[in-house]
């Protein structure tokens, strides 16, 4: 008998799943995908866009390309998900499933602090090119790069804007002129990779002369008098905030009563199974508790290698005789510092007592390793 898919989402994770059931399954099983977007693009370009070296059309790809590979593509924003009757609704359409995949993502708020509405950010295409106009004319002063609270998409992406920011105004020949500060909730930069990563990232802001400032809580923006407060009880005045916006589950999801405690989809850590039946969830849209007592970083290589277990746990329950396969807990991400050296942090996060992550000196060969993920992304995917 013939079985309905539907994924919800066509970020990474949901994308590398369409591609990888459409190769296991026969074309008598219906794959849908379905998406707001009608174009997607991967994360780590966004800062490229904010610097001027890409365009949005450079890194984007239209999602119903996907058509021709007998995957049904919808651009539609998912307005229901009925867990007891296994439909989905979106738009004015009504569709039955037989296994879903929510790879939904990770919504950005700034109204979740006063004030932060008034920032610049990066975290998307079309607000990292407003970012770029805005870099463009920037004469000197303060900026102030502020991570609202964590968890956050790809860690090491607010110590890399600072450090290509850096870049940036040295080649405009103003940097003397411009005063670039991270301010961070958390104790160092990508604490999930532990002290010795945290270390070499302070490390390199250092070099480049990008302040750090850590355990700094951000309460309130004061845009009028360009100021900050903390709610450790400083302040600080900046010319230019660049914020990494509040994250947060999709509404769609909250109303599904998918969400756990953390604010997250809660899943099985090795299978990805959510606790309804036939129902599967990866990447930002998910938490999953490590064996410290942190959470698995949310990063599109996580998504990926995700989307390769789901998809043979539905493949092989549809068509039997194959072994279970699990989520390892392995990643890893790049850390870019100049426009053509990047240093890979590559980790396991499940290992006991904590995850063992190494980061590497940055490098021409940490760079190609980031141009590759970034080149198998664009073209397997579509």
């Given at each position: 008998?013939?079985k309905?898919?539907?994924i919800?989402?066509?970020?990474?994770?949901?994308?590398a799943?369409a591609n990888l059931?459409?190769k296991?399954?026969?074309?008598?099983?219906?794959?849908?995908?379905?998406?707001?977007?009608?174009k997607?693009s991967?994360g780590?370009?966004?800062?490229q866009?904010?610097?001027?070296?890409?365009?949005?059309?450079?890194v984007?790809?239209?999602?119903?390309?996907?058509?021709?590979?007998?995957?049904?593509?919808?651009?539609s924003?998912?307005?229901k998900?009925?867990?007891a009757?296994q439909k989905?609704?979106?738009d004015?359409?009504?569709?039955?499933?037989d296994?879903l995949v929510?790879?939904l993502?990770?919504?950005?708020?700034l109204?979740?602090?006063p004030?932060?509405?008034?920032?610049h950010?990066?975290?998307?295409?079309?607000?990292?090119?407003?970012?770029?106009?805005?870099?463009?004319n920037?004469k000197?002063?303060?900026?102030?790069?502020?991570?609202?609270r964590?968890p956050y998409?790809?860690?090491?992406?607010p110590?890399e804007?600072?450090?290509?920011l850096?870049?940036y105004f040295?080649?405009?020949?103003?940097?003397?002129?411009?005063?670039?500060?991270?301010?961070?909730p958390e104790?160092?930069?990508m604490?999930t990779?532990?002290?010795?990563?945290g270390?070499?990232?302070?490390?390199?802001?250092?070099?480049?002369n990008?302040g750090?400032?850590?355990?700094?809580r951000?309460?309130?923006?004061?845009?009028?008098n360009?100021k900050?407060?903390?709610?450790n009880?400083a302040?600080?005045?900046y010319?230019?905030l660049?914020?990494i916006?509040?994250h947060?589950a999709?509404?769609v999801?909250?109303?599904?009563?998918?969400i756990?405690e953390?604010g997250?989809?809660?899943?099985?850590?090795y299978?990805?199974?959510?606790?309804?039946?036939?129902?599967?969830?990866?990447?930002?849209?998910?938490?999953?508790?490590?064996?410290n007592?942190a959470f698995?970083?949310?990063?599109a290589?996580?998504?990926?290698n995700?989307?390769?277990v789901?998809a043979?746990?539905?493949?092989?329950?549809i068509?039997?005789?194959?072994?279970?396969?699990q989520?390892?807990?392995?990643?890893?991400c790049?850390?870019?510092?100049?426009?053509?050296k990047?240093?890979a942090?590559?980790?396991?996060?499940?290992?006991q007592?904590?995850?063992?992550?190494?980061l590497?000196k940055?490098?021409?060969a940490?760079f190609?390793?980031?141009?590759?993920?970034?080149?198998?992304?664009?073209q397997?995917?579509f």
């Open positions: 008998m013939s309905q898919i539907l919800l989402g066509a970020g990474p994770g949901g994308l799943t059931l459409r296991k399954l026969p074309n008598e099983h219906k794959i849908f995908l379905i998406d707001k977007k009608q997607q991967l780590l370009t966004y800062i866009v904010m610097l001027g070296w890409s365009k949005p059309q450079d984007c790809r239209d999602l119903n390309s996907v058509n021709r590979k007998n995957i049904i593509f919808f651009n924003e998912i307005k998900i009925d867990l009757n989905v609704s979106f004015s359409q009504e569709l039955s499933y296994y929510v790879s993502g990770a919504n950005l708020s109204e979740e602090i004030g932060l509405s008034t920032s950010y990066f975290y998307d295409l079309e607000p990292a090119e407003r970012l770029h106009s805005v870099l463009k920037f000197g002063g303060k900026i102030a790069l502020t991570i609202a964590p998409k790809c860690p090491a992406a110590y804007a600072g450090l290509l850096d870049w040295t080649q405009k020949k103003i940097r003397r002129k411009v005063d670039i500060k991270i301010f961070t104790p160092q930069p604490p990779g532990g002290p010795a990563v270390e070499k990232i302070k490390q390199f802001l250092l070099e480049r990008v750090f400032n850590p355990n700094f951000l309460t309130q923006v004061d845009s009028g360009h900050l407060f903390f709610e009880g302040t600080t005045e010319d230019l660049i914020s916006p509040v947060k999709p509404e999801v909250k109303q599904a009563n998918l756990s953390t997250w989809i809660a899943v099985d850590k299978n990805l199974k959510t606790n309804y039946p036939n129902v599967y969830a990866i990447g930002d849209v998910t938490s999953i508790k490590l064996p007592g698995l970083p949310k990063a290589v996580f998504a990926l995700q989307a390769e789901v043979h746990q539905i493949s092989s329950e068509l039997g005789g194959k072994k279970p396969q989520f390892n807990g392995k990643g890893y790049y850390l870019q510092t100049e426009p053509k990047s240093a942090a590559i980790g396991n996060f499940y290992t007592p904590t995850p063992q992550v190494k590497k940055s490098s021409s940490g190609r390793g980031k141009l590759k993920f970034e080149r198998d992304f664009y397997k995917l």
